[in-house]
C-alpha cells in the first residue's frame, strides 16, 4: 500500500507545478494589457495639453471663471477622452474574456491530468464547451450579482470621473497644467493596476471553478477539497484560518461553484490578489504531510513540515491564526449585498427530493 501513501504527495506536488505556470501565465497576460492603457494616457495628456494652451495660458490673468463656463470646457474635454475610453473598454472586454474563459479549461484539464498521473487509473475530462464556459462566467452567480465585465467598466469609467476633475482644477487655476497632468497619468496608472487587479481575481476564481468541475466529474476517486493557501505573511487572516479548517472538513466537491455557492470567508477567491487554490483529497488517503515551500520572516524561501498555517506561523514567529481573525477587517470579505450575518452563517447539504441542497445548520427540512 505505499504507492497510495505516495499518490496524495504527487497529487499536491502536481498542483504545485500547475499552479506556478499558471502564476507566470497570468503574468504575462497582464502585461499585454499595459500598452492599452499606455495609448490611452497618452492620449488623455494631450488632450489636456490642448486645453491648457487654449483655456489657461491665453486667458486674461483678471478672468474670474464661473462654474457654467468650466463645467462646458469639461464637456468638451470629455467629449474627446471618451472615444478613448471606449476603445480602451472595447480592448479589455474580448481580452478579459479569452483568458478567463481559458483559465477554466486550463483548471479543469490540468486536474484531471493531475488526478490520471497521481491515482494511476482513468479519470472523466470534465465536458466543457466554450459556449457553456462563458455562460458560467458571464452570469451574475456571485453575491454582488456582478460579473468580470460590470468590473472591468467600472475601473474604466473612473478615470472619467477623475478625467473631469482634472480639467476642472486646470480651468480653474487650482492646479498647474504640469500637476495635472502628473495627476491624470498617476489615476490613469490606478485604473491599470485596478484592471490588473481584476483580471488575477477572476483568473484565481476560474482557475478553482475548473478545477471543481473536474473533481466533480471523478468523484468516485475523490472523496473531498480542501483550500490550500501560501504559507507566508501576506496571507489573509480568514484563508489562513479555512485552509486549516478545511484539511480537518473537507468541502464537497461542488462548493464554491454555481450550483453551491461559497460563503464569505470561505471561497476561492476570497479577497482581490487571493492566491489560494482547492486541492483534491483522494480518495480512502487523507491528506499526506509534505514538506512545503514557504516564506519567512524576510521573506527567503524555505520547506516546512508544517501540517497547517497555524504551525508553520509558530515556526517563524508570525502572528498565530486566531490573533489574525481577531486583528482583521471581516468585511473586507464581504461582496456587495452581503453583511456580517452572512459571514458567520453556518450551512450543511442535505437530501431532498432527490437533490443535494444547501441549508442553514441544524434545519429540518423534511418537516
Not at 491665453?58 to 468650466?70: K, V, Y
Request: proline content about 5%; overall charge neutral.
Amino acid at each position: 500500500m505505499s504507492w497510495i501513501s505516495e499518490a496524495q504527495k504527487h497529487y499536491e506536488e502536481y498542483v504545485d507545478y500547475y499552479t506556478s505556470l499558471l502564476d507566470t501565465y497570468i503574468d504575462d497576460r497582464i502585461l499585454e494589457m499595459a500598452p492599452a492603457y499606455g495609448q490611452l494616457q497618452e492620449m488623455a495628456v494631450r488632450h489636456l495639453e490642448y486645453v491648457a494652451k487654449k483655456y489657461v495660458d491665453e486667458q486674461n490673468p483678471d478672468f474670474i471663471p464661473t462654474r457654467r463656463w468650466a463645467k462646458k470646457i469639461q464637456e468638451e474635454y470629455l467629449t474627446k477622452i471618451i472615444p478613448e475610453l471606449n476603445l480602451l473598454n472595447a480592448k479589455l472586454q474580448p481580452f478579459a474574456t479569452s483568458v478567463i474563459c481559458g483559465t477554466v479549461f486550463y483548471g479543469a484539464n490540468t486536474t484531471a491530468y493531475i488526478l490520471e498521473q497521481a491515482a494511476r487509473c482513468a479519470v472523466t475530462v470534465p465536458n466543457l464547451t466554450k459556449s457553456g464556459v462563458l455562460g458560467v462566467i458571464a452570469n451574475p452567480w456571485l453575491p454582488d450579482g456582478a460579473t468580470y465585465s460590470k468590473r472591468i467598466r467600472k475601473s474604466v469609467d473612473l478615470v472619467a470621473e477623475q478625467a473631469e476633475k482634472t480639467v476642472k482644477e486646470l480651468v480653474t487655476r487650482k492646479m498647474q497644467y504640469s500637476d495635472a497632468a502628473k495627476e491624470l497619468s498617476k489615476r490613469i496608472d490606478e485604473s491599470y493596476y485596478r484592471g490588473s487587479r481584476i483580471i488575477r481575481t477572476e483568473m484565481t476564481r476560474a482557475n478553482a471553478l475548473g478545477t471543481s468541475y473536474s473533481l466533480m466529474e471523478n468523484a468516485d476517486i475523490v472523496e473531498g477539497k480542501y483550500r490550500d493557501a501560501t504559507f507566508d505573511s501576506k496571507t489573509s487572516a480568514y484563508c489562513a484560518a479555512d485552509a486549516d479548517y478545511s484539511k480537518k472538513y473537507p468541502y464537497d466537491l461542488d462548493y464554491d461553484t454555481p450550483m453551491n455557492p461559497g460563503l464569505p470567508g470561505r471561497r476561492i477567491p476570497n479577497h482581490p490578489h487571493c492566491r489560494c487554490r482547492w486541492v483534491a483529497i483522494l480518495s480512502g488517503l487523507g491528506i499526506k504531510n509534505r514538506q512545503k515551500a514557504a516564506f519567512d520572516k524576510n521573506d527567503e524561501l524555505y520547506y516546512t513540515k508544517a501540517a497547517s498555517y497555524d504551525e508553520y506561523a509558530k515556526e517563524v514567529g508570525l502572528p498565530s491564526v486566531k490573533d489574525m481573525v481577531n486583528a482583521d477587517n471581516p468585511k473586507k470579505y464581504l461582496r456587495p449585498g452581503e453583511t456580517m450575518e452572512d459571514l458567520r452563517k453556518q450551512v450543511e447539504r442535505k437530501r431532498f427530493n432527490g437533490q443535494i441542497i444547501t441549508v442553514p445548520l441544524g434545519l429540518d427540512i423534511h418537516n
